[in-house]
Nanobody, 114 residues
Framework: QVQLMESGGGLVQAGGSLRLSCAAS????????MNWYRQAPGNQRELVAS???????SYADSVKGRFTISRDNAKNTVYLQMNSLKLEDTAKYFC????????WGQGTQVTVSS
């Protein structure tokens, strides 16, 4: 059983930065690929960034060069550093991983204002 809890969302002006955290609990967290997804109202949930157990990262084209995913295996925590935020980054951000089952956190809202 894996539990995920996101934090760090909020209201920020365009061009600003936020860092999201995902605290994970359960066995073998360090062996799992961890993902950040986001969903804006009326849109499908989309994959934003991933990090493998070995630290290999991948990003959606829309966030490349602005967002950085990282993990601290000692703390079982995954981070999403978001810089140069744009209005279109406004969404609810979810932490996700898959082991025997797929697990989701409850999400954290990010709102970017002009």
């Amino acid at each position: 059983q894996v539990q995920l809890m996101e934090s760090g969302g909020g209201l920020v002006q365009a061009g600003g930065s936020l860092r999201l955290s995902c605290a994970a609990s359960g066995n073998g967290i360090s062996l799992l690929t961890m993902n950040w997804y986001r969903q804006a109202p009326g849109n499908q949930r989309e994959l934003v960034a991933s990090i493998t157990s070995g630290g290999r990262t991948s990003y959606a084209d829309s966030v490349k060069g602005r967002f950085t995913i990282s993990r601290d295996n000692a703390k079982n925590t995954v981070y999403l550093q978001m810089n140069s935020l744009k209005l279109e980054d406004t969404a609810k951000y979810f932490c996700n991983t898959a082991a025997l089952y797929t697990y989701w956190g409850q999400g954290t809202q990010v709102t970017v204002s002009s």
